[in-house]
């Protein structure tokens, strides 16, 4: 009562409960941290549209206003401008924390010697100890928000906590091989920090908690420039320049493509189970078989080129899946053949259409 009866819908059974039809079900506060990103206002359109009010919480480190803005208005919306490493006071049912640079580029310097785009200038310098503090503090704060008012809290983990698996493909039960003192440590050891955090104020405070360990995910919204495998193909092929494949093209990743996320997203909050669940689609492809899919889809003569791989390059990646689908009923439905054509037709607009990429 103290906080505006945000522990109602829980203790009423709403949350993660069935919804027997033709009763309406309650409006729910959720928050989103890191809102304005790419998986996250995708999350936020789902919310919008099923009837939540959404909080999105972002400082727009890599997020974009473009991304929600067609949310700028709707009563049951509001945006932030808030870095999670500092404390938040909010009254809420739900907190999806997502805010976390993610992407390569964003969190290591790069040795290969590319030509980069202005804004990746930019990212190289942005401080690494940041994405340590968003991970460690961030989630400590916003888990202190969940414990403060009794709210259901899910962590956006990462494949990335599996580090360069000597197991194939990574079930929830393998704990990982992560260089702890190698550049791309800051992420990883960042996240499985982040991981334990959670499952301490669990175990500890009685937190409800849930764990989510993405996959490499793409989808429209993607940042052009994050230096991701897919935006870098996609843009690059759009832009008819070469396709840069680092090292010899043999290491594999699975792709999902981002709508199959969200639901999983959101059915892991709604359901009885904390995780972790690996959230990804098992479709495992080298990173050659990848660039012949964007030379199928965008231009069968983009040309490839190769380049030096970065340090600590996972060898390979591909969930097992047989817990969410278990346990969660979920399994991606998106296949790449399927999925990056709605991807292209989004880098399409954004590269040549407008000017979108400009700071708001
Ligand atoms: P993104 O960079 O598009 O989104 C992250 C958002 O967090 C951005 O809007 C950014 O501005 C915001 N943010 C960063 N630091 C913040 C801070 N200190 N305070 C407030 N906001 C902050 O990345 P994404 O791909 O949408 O990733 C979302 C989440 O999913 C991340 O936690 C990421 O680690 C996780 N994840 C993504 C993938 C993937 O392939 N996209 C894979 C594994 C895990
Ligand atoms: N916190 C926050 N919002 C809240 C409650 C807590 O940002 O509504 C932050 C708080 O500032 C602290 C962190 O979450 O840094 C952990 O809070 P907790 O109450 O678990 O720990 P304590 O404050 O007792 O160290
Ligand atoms: N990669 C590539 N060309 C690029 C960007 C990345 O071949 O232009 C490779 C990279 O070395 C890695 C894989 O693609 O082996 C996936 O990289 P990404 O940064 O997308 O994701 P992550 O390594 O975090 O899984």
Redesign the pocket.
């Known amino acids: 009562a103290v906080h505006g009866g945000y522990r109602t819908a829980l203790e009423r059974g709403f949350v993660g409960a069935k919804v027997p039809l033709g009763l309406k079900r309650k409006r729910l506060r959720v928050v989103v941290t890191g809102g304005a990103g790419f998986v996250g206002s995708h999350l936020v359109d789902r919310l919008i549209e099923r009837g939540d009010n959404v909080i999105v919480v972002d400082n727009f480190f890599t997020g974009r206003k473009e991304n929600l803005v067609h949310h700028f208005g709707n009563p049951n919306f509001e945006l932030i401008r808030h870095d999670v490493v500092e404390?938040?006071?909010?009254e809420v049912d739900q907190i999806y924390h997502l805010a976390c640079p993610a992407s390569p580029v964003h969190y290591k310097f790069n040795p290969v010697k590319t030509i980069i785009s202005f804004s990746q200038l930019l990212l190289r310098f942005a401080p690494v100890l940041s994405v340590h503090k968003t991970n460690v503090v961030g989630t400590?704060?916003m888990?202190?928000?969940a414990?403060?008012?009794g709210a259901r809290f899910l962590l956006t983990s990462t494949s990335e906590v599996y580090g360069d698996p000597l197991q194939h493909p990574q079930t929830e039960t393998y704990w990982g091989n992560v260089n702890p003192i190698g550049v791309r440590s800051c992420y990883d050891e960042g996240k499985r920090t982040a991981e334990t955090l959670t499952m301490d104020?669990h175990r500890g405070?009685q937190v409800e908690v849930r764990i989510a360990r993405i996959f490499n995910t793409y989808g429209p919204r993607m940042c052009i420039d994050d230096g991701r495998v897919v935006s870098n193909f996609v843009a690059q092929a759009l832009r008819k320049e070469a396709l840069t494949v680092y090292g010899d093209g043999k290491q594999t990743r699975s792709f999902q493509y981002v709508s199959d996320l969200v639901e999983g997203l959101i059915k892991l909050m709604e359901g009885e189970h904390v995780g972790p669940f690996n959230l990804g689609n098992p479709g495992e492809f080298t990173m050659l078989e990848l660039a012949k899919v964007v030379q199928d889809t965008i231009d069968p003569d983009a040309k490839i080129e190769f380049r030096p791989n970065t340090a600590d390059d996972p060898h390979k990646r591909k969930p097992d899946i047989t817990r969410a689908k278990e346990l969660l009923g979920w399994e991606p439905k998106i296949s790449l053949r399927e999925g990056l054509p709605l991807m292209v037709s989004d880098f399409r607009k954004r590269i040549f259409d407008d000017h979108s990429e400009v700071d708001l």
């Open positions: 404390p938040l006071l909010l400590l704060n888990l202190g928000l414990k403060r008012v104020y405070a």
